[in-house]
């Protein structure tokens, strides 16, 4: 099956500055990558998505990139605030029917 | 709208008690998903339902069942819990086919003592 890698683990950065996130997968055939926000408590979010027909997709403050040849895609933050701070989690699927998912990476925005 | 809503929020149990998790959707989704989620393990995917009457297992299905007697609800049962079952459980939907995302419930804690 799929195996979906996520780093890093924890992630400090200063308010204003910019967050990165990378997950690594091992199914060529995955053509569907979400990315997931989840705060304490609650169940995770979609806040962007990227198929595998695209190279990179924005949405504000974020952008995700793929590259489908070395077979890893990343989550970009810019401008980063404090309610930014929570896990994110990367995915990947290629049936719809099983959907793998990354181990999380705790950002903690410093104000 | 109330979107996918899970009960109880969270549960103490005695190992060997039978248990259900109950999740109910208002979006009409056709698929619907259980997960389990562990410290350092992230999310990892238990069953799953493509349409109601249908039911798959997952990556780590064992001691779990569920059942799809409509679009709406879609439980999961303990028969026997075991306390590596202690963990935050949550259900998930979507427009089954397509590649479109899920949309995750609030979360079941259930402590396995």
């Known amino acids: 099956g799929e195996n979906v890698e996520q780093h890093p683990s924890t992630l400090s950065v200063q308010e204003g500055d910019s967050a990165v996130i990378k997950c690594t997968y091992s199914d060529s055939a995955s053509n569907y990558f979400p990315w997931y926000k989840q705060e304490l408590g609650k169940g995770p979010q979609l806040i962007i998505d990227i198929r595998s027909n695209v190279g990179e997709k924005k949405d504000q403050r974020i952008a995700v990139t793929l590259n489908k040849t070395a077979k890893h895609f990343s989550l970009h933050i810019t401008e980063t605030q404090p309610e930014d701070s929570a896990v994110y989690f990367c995915a990947a699927s290629r049936t719809g029917n099983q959907f793998y998912f990354g181990t999380g990476t705790s950002l903690t925005v410093i104000p | 709208i109330a979107g996918i809503t899970q009960a109880p929020t969270s549960q103490i149990l005695a190992a060997g008690r039978r248990m259900t998790l109950r999740c109910t959707q208002d979006?009409?989704?056709?698929?619907m998903y259980w997960y389990r989620q562990d410290l350092g393990l992230g999310l990892r995917l238990i069953h799953y339902?493509?349409?109601?009457?249908?039911?798959g297992k997952g990556e780590v299905p064992d001691g779990y069942s569920v059942s799809r007697a409509n679009t709406d609800d879609f439980p999961l049962t303990l028969a026997s819990a075991v306390p590596s079952q202690t963990s935050v459980y949550f259900c998930?939907?979507?427009?089954?086919?397509?590649?479109?995302?899920?949309?995750f419930g609030p979360g079941t804690r259930l402590t396995v003592l």
């Open positions: 979006m009409r989704h056709n698929a």
């Open positions: 339902s493509n349409t109601a009457g249908t039911t």
């Open positions: 998930a939907s979507r427009v089954s086919g397509s590649t479109d995302t899920q949309y």
